[in-house]
């Protein structure tokens, strides 16, 4: 790493800099340029907190959920090529992973799945969504798009769980 000073940085537009010498607890390891915090110890109390930091941050989206949407609908604007590629990865992850042997009844299930979402969606007020229980693009598993690997859960939850898998 070159050893660079906060100024230089900050003149730079880089978010991180490296002085090459150690912070109160002795790391020796880069630092953010807009406050000079240790990204170490930054870490180390993010995961010495993380259940509190959790609640804060949901406080703050519950808090501030009109503005959050629109900041998160600009975003996809703004970054269409992004949403479009993951989506398509997605849409290929899906295609992938549907088995050639599902017989048109099984087709029929997941087709009532989603209209059952749908439904509760409308419903209810507020997002539902069919969730892979084991997710298709799981970093330790990945599942089939078969019924039986299907739920309808709030989208809240659904978004919460993010491509884990569990095990009971």
Avoid at 28 to 35: G, K, L, M
Avoid at 43 to 56: D, F, P
Avoid at 83 to 100: G, Y
Avoid at 135 to 141: A, I
């Amino acid at each position: 790493m070159n050893v660079i000073s906060r100024k230089a940085a900050k003149q730079s537009g880089l978010k991180r800099y490296f002085t090459g010498g150690a912070c109160k607890m002795g790391h020796v390891c880069e630092r953010q340029t807009s406050n000079g915090s240790c990204i170490a110890c930054l870490s180390n109390y993010a995961q010495a907190n993380r259940n509190t930091l959790r609640k804060n941050h949901l406080r703050w989206r519950q808090k501030n959920f009109a503005t959050e949407r629109v900041r998160i609908q600009q975003w996809a604007k703004n970054n269409s090529h992004k949403k479009n590629s993951k989506e398509a990865r997605r849409r290929a992850a899906l295609i992938n992973r549907t088995p050639q042997w599902l017989a048109e009844e099984d087709k029929w299930i997941i087709e009532q799945a989603y209209a059952l979402a749908a439904l509760r969606t409308k419903m209810f007020g507020f997002a539902w969504h069919v969730d892979h229980i084991i997710p298709l693009q799981g970093k330790k598993v990945s599942g089939l798009h078969v019924p039986n690997n299907l739920q309808v859960i709030p989208g809240a939850d659904n978004a919460r769980k993010h491509c884990t898998y569990k095990v009971m």
